[in-house]
Every structure is written in C-alpha cells, then in structure tokens.
C-alpha cells in the first residue's frame, strides 16, 4: 500500500463527509476512481489539469463551498497548509480532510488549530482507484480534519457514528 499516491477514500467516510457538508463542490486531489461525488475533481498536475496545491479552492467551490480532501500522502504538509490559508480567506467555506495523523509533522499545529478533528477508532483501509477493491495493510493512523463554520456538525455526525473520537481546536482560529 505505501507505494501509490493515489489510494480512494473509503466508502464508509465517503458516507460520513456526505453527512456533513453534503456532496462536495470541490475535491482538489481526486483520481479517477473517485467516489466522492464532488463536483468538480482536479487530478493534480501529473494529469495535465488544475493542481490542488497552487489552484484557489475558493473559486472552484465558490463562497461558502464545501471541500473534501485526501491528498497525495507524501505531500499531506502542503495540502493541510492550503486547507488553512484557503480557511482563512473564507471562514463560510467547509473543508474536511482526510490525512496522516503525524503528530510530529511540522504542520501539526495546523490541525490542532482547526475546529475540530476526528481520530478513527481503527485503521482505515482505502481503496485501490483500478480494482474499486478495499486493500488492507495501511500502516498509518489518519485524522479527518474539519474546517469551517460547523464544527458541532462534524462532531455530532463523527460522534453518532462511532467512527471516531472528536477533539476540537480553536473554534474560530482558522
């Protein structure tokens, strides 16, 4: 599993982002297997297309727009650094992410900063974008990270679920 960058969200958070922002507007990481359903999918610049790292979210999703994101892991960093400064530019905007949970990371305090955040009570298994097949063996622990103006709409929705434990940050820090 550690070699592809491009492993899809797993049905069961699908179901969950669906939950709480809706289908999204926007998914700036997405691939081909994609499941979200979002609106508008950019597949990075390897595709030839518009790149989630350097391309506004903002116009994409349109004010107050909902974003969901499960980067490329090796770059997880810079797409959680987008998702704040993208936070803060449109506070109405909801983002969550779906990333490693590095606590060592130098972008850690970015996610202690959002308004709420999700630690899966198990391993999450992603999805293989060739086969649609579920593939075990991920050998790291992720956080669903929640930007926006709702965050007791993420926590209620993780919480009813008993996916995840919640914690919540600064609400209003982003």
Request: glycine share 10%; with cysteine.
């Amino acid at each position: 599993m550690s070699g592809s960058q491009s492993w899809c969200t797993p049905p069961e958070v699908v179901e969950l982002v669906h939950a709480v922002i809706g289908v999204p507007d926007l998914d700036p990481f997405s691939n081909a297997g994609s499941k979200t359903g979002a609106a508008v999918q950019w597949y990075g610049p390897d595709a030839g297309s518009l790149c989630g790292f350097s391309s506004s979210w903002r116009e994409a999703a349109g004010e107050g727009g909902a974003v969901f994101f499960n980067p490329p892991w090796s770059r997880a960093g810079d797409a959680i650094r987008k998702a704040a400064r993208e936070a803060k530019a449109d506070p109405t905007m909801q983002m969550i992410g779906l990333v490693p949970s590095s606590i060592n990371s130098r972008h850690w305090n970015l996610i202690e900063d959002a308004p709420c955040r999700a630690y899966p009570h198990r391993r999450v298994s992603f999805v293989d974008p060739e086969t649609s097949e579920v593939v075990k063996g991920n050998p790291r622990d992720i956080a669903l990270v929640y930007w926006g103006p709702r965050p007791y709409r993420f926590a209620d929705v993780l919480h009813r679920s008993r996916f995840a434990r919640v914690h919540f940050g600064i609400v209003g820090a982003a």
